[in-house]
C-alpha cells in the first residue's frame, strides 16, 4: 500500500510495507489495552486510594511493548523512507 502525500508541492511516495502495516495494526491494539489498563487504574485509585493497583505491573509491560513496537515501525519506516525524506 503507498500513500502519495504532498511535501511543499511535491508529491511523495510513502512506502507502507506489510510488515510495517502489522505492527500498525499491533500498536492500535496495544493503544486500546493501555487506555483500558489507564481506565482501571483510574478507577482503582477512586475506590483504593491507599492501595497499589493490581494490573500496575500489566501496564508497565504494555508501555515497554508499545515503546518496542514503535521503535521497530519508526526503524522500518526510515528504512523504506529515507529516500523521501531526503529529497523532501
Known amino acids: 500500500m ?31 489495552k493501555r487506555e483500558i489498563l489507564k481506565k482501571e487504574m483510574h478507577d482503582w485509585y477512586e475506590n483504593h486510594s491507599n492501595e497499589k493497583f493490581q494490573g500496575l505491573r500489566d501496564l508497565i509491560l504494555t508501555d515497554g511493548v508499545l515503546s518496542e513496537l514503535d ?4 526503524r522500518l519506516w526510515d528504512i523504506h523512507n529515507a529516500r523521501n525524506s531526503i529529497r523532501a
Open 2 to 32: 503507498t500513500a502519495i502525500p504532498k511535501n511543499m508541492g511535491v508529491p511523495m511516495s510513502n512506502i507502507i510495507t506489510e510488515e510495517m502495516s502489522q505492527l500498525q495494526r499491533m500498536i492500535m491494539e496495544t493503544v486500546a
Open 71 to 74: 521503535s521497530n515501525y519508526k
